[in-house]
Structures are given as structure tokens and as C-alpha cells.
């Protein structure tokens, strides 16, 4: 059995630049990172550091009417060119590839469905599933992401769920289509710390159990370092990567929550974003 380590994601030389009506604004200069199958690598920076834009930038979910990368920019997902995709290839990438949970839950929830019913249909249009099929792969994916009463939430509309529960369902709808790749982009930024920690426990177990690999934008150092394998630095206008921080930990826990070496790296990774002056 090889343990060849793969590199699937592999952006080199991204810059994007804004149009206003006077100038140019860069929001990303020239960054390059790769991600091994199966890792997590976050971006963490302060607001105006390109962390979202850099996610948006690989679904080219950039509202491109003022939006553009330099010429040297590339994004290749599994030794395939993300830049040189036409519209039609990119709808078979979002969603059956790489999906995504965005900041606001509701972002991707209509608010005049039921809940159940919205992922259904993603399994009816996309795998071909009945109605019957898709209705229990998705009260067994509510299950999978702890969703107490799953046929109940189901029938529920987005606005009568708690912020927790909105984020879990966001989490079974991203997951619904099995995506080799998982972006999130500041996913629990609307929950309290409780909640916030017990989501934490969550989307690790979720990762050790659907085995994608996933892309975390955050601005929580200590939710960077529990999460992800490698640990990406920006500074602020326009984004650069100042540090590359690979994580030595392989088990997540509570032990690990209180031990020296978490807390050390964490005030390291820190201090890093104090200092990309």
C-alpha cells in the first residue's frame, strides 16, 4: 500500500484586482500554497487580508463584471486548470466537487422552503436519487452532523432554526454530494463560544469520517490550529502570505485543548499576525 503523499490543490501566483471607477484595488498579490488529499489548510488574517477572496477566487464565485486575476495566476484541483474552465465545467465542479459553506448559513438556504426538502432535491437533479432515496440519505446525513429530531427539522423552514442547527444544516448540505473538497469560510462566526467549540468537535469528526479535504477561512488562531494540518498567515492591502505554519498535532481532543504545546503555537501563530508589519 503507497503512502505517496498527493498534492491535489495547488494555487500559484494568485492576484486579484478590483475595478472602481477610478483604479485598480488589489485584494490578493501574487500567493501560492498547495493542500496533500485528504488535509485541512486555513487561512487565517485580519479583515482586508484576501482570506475569502482567495476561497471565492477557486469555485470563480468573484462577481467578475469588476473582478480579475493577473495572467501568471493559477488554481489547479486535482491537475486541472480552475482559470481556463468554462461556465459549464465549473457547474459540474461546485457541488459535486468542491462545495462550500458560507459566513451566513442562509446565504444558501431558501427561506420559503422546507429544509429537508432543498437538500432533496440537490440528490434528485445531481445523483439521480427518487424522492424516497433522497429522503433518507438526508435524515441520515442530519444524524451524521447531530441534528436532534431529523424528520422534524426536516419539515422545518431555515428561520426556525437556532444558529447552531442553521450551521449544521449547512454542513449536510454541503457534504450531501460527497465533494472531495470542503471550503469554509468563517462557518461559526455567528455562534457563541459553547457552540462554537462543540462545532469544532463536530466538523473534525466529520473530516476523519468523509475524508475530504477542506480549505478553513477564519480569524480564530485557536479554531486554525485545532482544525487544519497547515496553518496559512496573511497580511492585509493588498493579501500576501507572510508564514506557512505546518501543525505537528495528529490527535484532537480536549487533552490537546489544554496542553502547553497547543496553547505555545497558538500565541506563535499570534504573534505573526501582529508582526506581517
Given amino acids: 500500500m503507497s503512502n505517496e503523499v498527493k498534492t491535489v490543490l495547488d494555487v500559484k501566483g494568485l492576484t486579484v484586482e478590483f475595478r472602481t471607477k477610478d483604479f485598480l484595488v488589489s485584494a ?9 488529499e485528504g488535509k485541512t489548510l486555513a487561512l487565517v488574517g485580519e479583515s482586508g487580508s484576501g482570506k475569502t477572496v482567495t476561497a471565492l477566487s477557486i469555485l470563480k464565485l468573484l462577481p467578475y463584471q469588476i473582478a480579475s486575476h493577473s495572467q501568471g495566476s493559477s488554481i489547479k484541483v486535482n491537475g486541472r486548470e480552475i482559470m481556463e474552465m468554462n461556465p459549464s465545467e465549473m457547474r459540474s465542479v461546485r457541488g459535486d466537487l468542491i462545495s462550500m459553506i458560507f459566513q451566513e448559513p442562509m446565504t444558501s438556504l431558501n427561506p420559503y422552503q422546507k429544509v429537508g426538502t ?28 447531530k441534528i436532534p429530531e431529523p424528520e422534524l ?16 444544516l449547512s454542513l449536510a448540505r454541503s457534504l450531501v454530494l460527497k465533494p472531495d473538497y470542503l471550503l469554509l469560510d468563517e462557518p461559526l462566526s455567528a455562534v457563541d463560544e459553547l457552540t462554537r467549540e462543540v462545532l469544532q468537535e463536530e466538523i473534525h469528526t466529520l473530516w476523519k469520517e468523509e475524508k475530504f479535504t477542506a480549505i478553513l477561512v477564519t480569524h480564530n488562531v485557536t479554531e486554525a490550529v485545532y482544525l487544519s494540518n497547515r496553518v496559512v498567515v496573511m ?9 506557512i505554519v505546518d501543525i505537528p498535532f495528529k490527535k484532537r481532543d480536549q ?15 499570534s504573534g505573526k499576525l501582529r508582526t506581517w508589519k
Fill in 28 to 36: 490578493v498579490n501574487s500567493i501560492s500554497f498547495s493542500i496533500d
Fill in 255 to 269: 487533552k490537546l485543548r489544554s496542553s502547553t504545546k497547543f496553547h505555545k503555537l497558538i500565541g506563535d501563530i
Fill in 153 to 168: 427539522k426536516a419539515n422545518s423552514y431555515p428561520h426556525q432554526l437556532s444558529g447552531g442547527m442553521k450551521m449544521r
Fill in 235 to 243: 497580511s492585509p492591502r493588498p493579501g500576501k502570505i507572510t508564514h
Fill in 118 to 145: 432543498q437538500i432533496e432535491e440537490m440528490l434528485i437533479i445531481h445523483k439521480g436519487m427518487n424522492k424516497k432515496q433522497a429522503k433518507q440519505r438526508v435524515l441520515t446525513l442530519l444524524e451524521k452532523v
